[in-house]
């Protein structure tokens, strides 16, 4: 082997096997469950199994806590779109929502919450004028903004790693 490899070809092969075994074709959907489905949804519902009956599209069994359930009922068809969108074909017809205790796989040994994100501290304003003070030279706006917001980022990330 030579340099630098994808991950995706290191796990395939270890990961492809559990998902097909509970009806996922393709993996992406596990692994890319937040960006399919949306982070409104991805927070408070997990995917677990696709069954495939007789005739065309199968049904995708998702996982989550009671009370989101007749939420997430309301969002079915958004699913269904979502996921055949990932796909590229009709692959899902219908939505069963399981409920589960806040602890869900594996006899409670894996908590099953949405996943917060962590708020970070105001970046320096010395520190974020001086890391963005060569960003006026570059014409381009888009790449302007986006790079002082990374700025701001790193700017920050130090600042509360340093704290």
């Known amino acids: 082997m ?13 990961l492809r096997s559990p998902a097909e075994k ?4 393709e993996t992406k959907l596990l692994t890319h469950w937040a960006e399919i489905v949306g982070p409104d949804i991805a927070d408070v519902a997990l ?13 995708l069994q998702v996982l989550t806590t009671g009370a989101h359930a007749p939420m997430l009922a309301m969002q079915k068809q958004v699913i269904v779109t979502r996921v055949n969108a990932c796909y590229g ?12 205790a806040p602890t869900g796989f594996a ?12 708020k970070r ?7 974020l004028s001086k890391a ?9 706006p888009g790449l302007r903004d986006a790079l002082r917001k990374l700025a701001g980022n790193i ?9």
């Open 89 to 100: 074909y009709s692959a899902i017809k219908d939505v069963q929502i399981t409920q589960t």
């Open 132 to 140: 963005t003070e060569a960003l006026d030279t570059i014409d381009d």
């Open 107 to 118: 006899e409670g040994k894996v908590a099953f919450e949405a996943q917060r994100p962590t």
């Open 155 to 163: 700017v920050s990330n130090q600042t509360t790693s340093n704290s």
């Open 22 to 25: 509970r009806g996922f074709a």
């Open 2 to 14: 030579r340099g630098f490899e994808r991950a995706v070809t290191l796990v395939g092969s270890e």
């Open 121 to 127: 501290a105001a970046p320096d304003p010395a520190r």
């Open 47 to 59: 995917p677990v199994k696709i069954k495939f009956g007789r005739g065309f599209g199968g049904t």
